[in-house]
């Protein structure tokens, strides 16, 4: 089992920055890919960004170039930075990983971009 927490969502004006945390309650290590997901009013949960073990990383398009995923092992935390951020940026954000076959998710952190 894992446990995985996130902080950091908030309100915030277009272009605005915000840092999102996910805490696991392992170490973070082990993972090979964890994953920052969102999930807008009505829509789909997608993905937003995940990164490797070798640090590599991948973004949804819309995202890319404003929104940086990083882990630090040592604090067996995940991080979202988020830059310019715009209206249609705004959805409940989830930290996932898939471990030993189970997919684990947060509870969710809120992001709302509005004038």
């Known amino acids: 089992q894992v446990q995985l927490v996130e902080s950091g969502g908030g309100s915030v004006q277009p272009g605005g920055s915000l840092r999102l945390s996910c805490a696991a309650s392992?170490?973070?290590?082990?993972?090979?890919?964890m994953a920052w997901y969102r999930q807008a009013p009505g829509k789909q949960r997608d993905l937003v960004a995940r990164?490797?073990?070798?640090?590599?990383?991948e973004y949804l398009n819309s995202v890319h170039g404003r929104f940086t995923i990083s882990r630090d092992n040592a604090k067996n935390t995940l991080y979202l930075q988020m830059d310019s951020l715009k209206p249609e940026d705004t959805a409940v954000y989830y930290c996932?990983?898939?471990?030993?076959?189970?997919?684990?998710w947060g509870q969710g952190t809120q992001v709302t971009v509005s004038s």
């Open positions: 392992k170490n973070i290590f082990r993972f090979d890919i």
């Open positions: 996932n990983l898939v471990w030993m076959g189970s997919t684990y």
């Open positions: 990164v490797f073990s070798d640090n590599s990383a």
